[in-house]
Nanobody
Framework: QAHFVESGGGLVQPGGSLRLSCSASGFTLDSRGIGWFRQVPGKEREGVSCMSGMDSRIYYADSVKGRFTVSRDKAKNTVYLQMESLKPEDTAVYYC???????????????????WGQGTLVTVSS
């Protein structure tokens, strides 16, 4: 059964770094759009970064541009979200998602219907 295993969340001080991983099982990430989303209790889930499944285009939300980097390791069938210069407002549960029908770098949760990770909590606090 297709699923993601997420890892890498935790507690980090402001200005610190974390790398989140999503390892795909039961399906290949090739040609699939990949999205990273985050959600704070009481707020809607928002798109952080989304990779096109057909080319090299990547979208980053303005709030993370220049600090977060998404990448894909085809050999490991894994995607990563490298987060630098973390801020308290980055605190959230982070989710990865994949879909073979998502268009380009569309980065809305409703566009990803195929597979979602279980979420991993990132807390940025001193």
């Amino acid at each position: 059964q297709a699923h993601f295993v997420e890892s890498g969340g935790g507690l980090v001080q402001p200005g610190g770094s974390l790398r989140l991983s999503c390892s795909a099982s039961g399906f290949t990430l090739d040609s699939r759009g990949i999205g990273w989303f985050r959600q704070v209790p009481g707020k809607e889930r928002e798109g952080v970064s989304c990779m096109s499944g057909m080319d090299s285009r990547i979208y980053y939300a303005d709030s993370v541009k220049g600090r977060f980097t998404v990448s894909r390791d085809k050999a490991k069938n894994t995607v990563y979200l490298q987060m630098e210069s973390l801020k308290p407002e980055d605190t959230a549960v982070y989710y990865c998602a994949a879909d073979d029908m998502v268009a380009g770098t569309v980065c809305f949760p409703w566009a990803y219907k195929e597979v979602w990770g279980q979420g991993t909590l990132v807390t940025v606090s001193s």
